[in-house]
């Protein structure tokens, strides 16, 4: 009844037409809105389309209609994005129809010479498109509805054009176009039912069989089309949602079975709620019930108990294999109680593959796996193009999680994004397209999904002159408009983060590897209206770029934590991720590092860590110094200590500059067990003096020193590590610079999980190689200190007794005398900030007590042996005891001596 009342109400509504004639179709095109574009696109809903006046078309066999087209089009170097141009025509009767148009879709470099992946539609028929030309189809109208238009989808062509659309109306007494588009609906319908994941497949086997066993006249065949274009319809909704809550329910399942939470029978019950829609999905509201499940699984999250972690910043963090986690540009992605993390692996410096990780508190990580490898995932990774800041999201609409990226070449000349996609968030990931988003030449890049679900990924454009941000389709593969922001202000590493109604944006200059100012704006709405920009943090950024903003949502409220990337530091594969708390108040945001902070994920909190490890300065005073600057600035030494960030030390530069090395002396008071140090640097608006290579010395007495620390790269804002040690006094030496400078400077009563690298010591006299840490060696002799670690990640300091202070792991002594006697001590510092050390206590004896002394190296000897007193040939001694050694010279002469071999000669 409800199909013949519809019938009833097109065929009197549409009566003149209807009496047309059946050969002369009657034109209808004024049904569509805007059909040869000289509206633009108004009327149309143009994702990625754009409109274009050129006569370029005329170049591939049709001309334009007027004086606009509609267009996507990209370099041939490229192919393009998914696209799509539509409109839903209405009012239309009941009867078929052809629609036409004007289009082309190649590749203007002729590769290939026929493309695919593009096509014009009207309702669910299909042609491709290819070479220019016009294209038509035949089509049913059940139900007074019409969508028409073209679409893209990973096509190989560069520029798609389209203009004029015409439809024309037959009527409804033409029995064989119903009985041909009857056959097309039944190939779809059949194509469908052949998928693995069909999941009405009933409802089109029912329609099939109607349409195989329909009756001729035009009202059963047009029950048949109706039929089976709502099973197509169905089916075509359920790929899209199924997969969304399929996979919403298997993450709510797998968070179910691996937790036990206060509230987890209730979250159990709301799973088993929807569960049967595993298995019915047809008619379903899949869609409220992946809310459901979504609002579930927060009020799970949130019975979780309070579990507070400390993070701290500036060190390699080490994941589940005790390997380094190598996730540098970090993307993030919460799924149930899980975080999870991509980046790129710098291990291979300059084609870095895009790793996995996961984590449920941000101190202890899992590697997952490898999502995106070179010459695996891509043909063209580690070959010409390598992956920079990587960032993941997951679209409820579809199910699927989606990489977006920069995508470039050695010389930064591509400036393309790329896309992945993958059905589960820790599985390989596939290619979906590479290109300039909507023609834009883009680099640096975030993704930033809004409360709506709606994603956009926001990139440095056109020589890093402008930011774009591009919203993103509805399944988030490809690019739809884009806005230009902020232009000719050159800002890269955009983050953004919503807080409330209004969006927050920050940035940084352009300075490649260095860091530089952090800015930010705020803005009610994304495409525009945002404000100017405000400075932030100190000059540098406290030594970081954002790679993102993370909102923490708990039980207790919402906290939000900066992700920043401290690059170079010093290599790119040692690059560190710092991790520290900002808000947001009256559209401010307060941005102040520190080295350490608490973080609880159950209850969305985050809270400054109490620094009791750190050694009262109640007793403390300046010893010495080597120079401060205290006439054209406040720089005095004493800034060092007096507990303010703001205020610091600095050498002098007004009437003459002081020359490396550059020092601080503390006197404590009394003795204290130390562990380690922390130096806070400057906090103005100037990096000036910052401390690289540098040396950390402790003496009880202030007259001997032993060096505990060292090496070429202090890190920024860090706590470093040494084994315990009682001292009184301390000095951090800066080995190099035209200056030093810092802020406040810290030791440490305890160092947390302290495990440093072993090193290992030895020396060598003449050909002798000895591992004795108390050599005592003759005078005028050579000798070479040397140190190794099987650590590759960390830099090396040497401390000898004369207050030799170097960044080497070997040192020679040509000639020695009386006075190098003393400690000689080499440091390893790690890049977890863990300081190592191994000594040597040198003596240096003036006699041989009557023993013929075994002549040097240096005296052009050919070879040297060794033997027992009965005669037996050994190898270098490695015991005490006496033994005969034969010297062969480069002169021909041969020395035969008795020698006394100790045990420290061994």
Known sequence: MKRFFLYGCFLGLFLPVMGAEVNEPTEMTASIKNPSFEEGLNGWEAIGFQKQTNNSPSDEGWNKDGTVY???????????????????????????????????????????????????????????????????????????RLDLGMKVSSTDANWVACDNFRLYYHGREEVDAYRKDLKEKLALASAAMSEKDCHNRSQLEQAVHNAENVEGDIESLLTAILDLEQAITEYRRLTVEYGAFERAFLNARKLYSETDFPGKTVFGEAIDQVSP?????????????????????????????????TLRNGALWKDDRGEVVQAHGAGFLQVGDTWYMIGEDRNNTWNPDVNMYSTKDFVNWKFERKIIRNGSTHPSLGNGRFIERPKLMYCRKTGKYVVWCHWEQGNYGASEAAVFYCDSVNGDYKFHWAGRPLGVKSRDCNVFVDDDGTAYFISTIEENQHLGLFRLSDDYLSAVEYTELFKWQSREAPAIVREGDTYFMMFSACSGWDPNQASFSWSKSLTSGWSSRTNIGNSVAYDTQAASILTIKGSEGTSYVYVGDRW???????????????????????????????????????????MTHLVSKESWKVRACSSEEISSENGASSNAIDGRADTKWHTRYSGGVSEAPHFLEIDMGNEQEIAGFLCTPRNDNSSNGLIRKYLFLVSSDG?????????????????????????????????EGTYASLAELD?????????????????????????????????????????????????????????????????????????????????????????????????????SVGVKEVPSEAEGIVRRQYFTLSGTEVPIPVHRGMFVVRTLYEDGRVDVVKVFIGDSDC
């Open 70 to 144: 509609a267009e996507k089009w990209v370099s041939s170097s490229w192919t393009l994005p998914d696209v799509k141009l539509s409109q839903t025509v209405t009012g239309l009767p009941q009867g078929s129809y052809t629609v036409k148009v004007y289009a082309h879709a190649v590749n203007q470099s002729g590769n290939p010479e026929i493309t695919k992946g593009v096509s014009f539609f009207a309702g669910l028929n299909e042609v491709q498109v290819g070479a220019g030309g016009e294209y038509r189809i035949n089509v049913i109208v059940t139900d007074g």
């Open 277 to 309: 829609m595993l298995d019915v999905p047809e008619g379903k509201d899949l869609v409220g019930a992946v809310t459901r499940l979504e609002k579930a699984t927060q009020v799970y999250l949130d019975s979780r108990p309070s579990n507070w972690m």
């Open 568 to 610: 170079q530091d010093p290599g790119l594969a040692e690059s560190k991720t710092i991790l520290f708390p900002i808000s947001f108040k009256n559209n401010t945001i307060t941005f102040n590092y520190v080295p350490r902070f608490d973080m609880n994920l159950p209850t969305g909190q985050c809270r400054t860590t109490g």
């Open 703 to 735: 007259i001997e020193w032993k060096a505990v620390s060292g090496g070429t790269w202090l890190p920024y804002w860090t706590e470093v590590y040494f084994e315990p040690i009682v001292a009184r006094y301390f000095r951090l030496v800066a080995t």
């Open 747 to 847: 030791v440490l009563s305890s160092a947390p999980s302290y495990t440093p690298v072993k090193v290992t010591g030895s020396w060598q006299y003449g050909t002798m190689v000895s591992s004795s840490k108390n050599p005592n060696l003759r005078e005028n002799s050579t000798v070479k200190f040397m140190a190794r670690t099987e650590e590759t990640k960390g830099t090396w300091a040497f401390y000898g007794p004369k207050g030799q202070m170097l960044h080497t792991n070997e040192y020679n002594i040509s000639s020695l005398k009386a006075e190098d006697a003393g400690w000689y001590s080499f440091i390893f510092t790690d890049y977890y900030n863990q300081s190592a050390k191994v000594d040597f206590k040198l003596r240096v004896r003036t006699s």
